[in-house]
């Protein structure tokens, strides 16, 4: 069943991986000011990112392709997104377009390619062409914590 919605979107691209997600559920989004400190501060691993998640300290972390985290921050991942989820963390995308009043057309993922626990909900192509997921960042984040359990 296909789902027409009229919302505003932010769509995030992390290498090959497009996500399509709520904006209101995103604090902020600027370019990466200080690329050693997001360094000194990468989150390399699910582990580290379940010690730190309530460290209250700015953290930065950057997604794989296949939804993991990558050991260090990749020098084309110059945008910084926060999100109500755990707003201490920095996610770093190679790029992150708002698309307001979109009226989009969301087919549900088919059962047979989507993994357990996956947080990806559905699928849908912008008007440009480009094919992205939709998914909501608390099921997104709570995939990435359960991942090493």
């Given at each position: 069943m296909n789902t027409n919605e009229v919302q505003d979107y932010i769509f995030l691209r992390a290498g090959s991986l497009h996500l399509l997600m709520p904006q209101a559920?995103?604090?902020s989004v600027a370019h990466v000011q200080?690329?050693?400190q997001a360094s000194e501060?990468?989150?390399g691993s699910i582990a580290e990112l379940k010690a730190q998640i309530h460290n209250q300290q700015p953290m930065f972390?950057?997604?794989s392709s296949e939804l993991s985290i990558l050991p260090n921050i990749?020098?084309?991942r110059f945008i910084q997104t926060t999100w109500q989820q755990a707003p201490e963390l920095h996610w770093c995308w190679n790029e992150v377009r708002?698309?307001?009043d979109v009226h989009l057309n969301r087919s549900p993922m088919p059962a047979v390619i989507r993994?357990?626990?996956?947080?990806?909900d559905g699928i849908a192509t912008l008007r440009d062409g480009t094919i992205t997921f939709t998914c909501e960042t608390a099921s997104l984040l709570a995939y990435l914590l359960e991942e090493s359990t």
């Open positions: 559920e995103m604090l200080n690329r050693q501060h990468a989150i972390a950057a997604l990749p020098s084309d708002l698309l307001n993994p357990p626990r996956m947080p990806l």
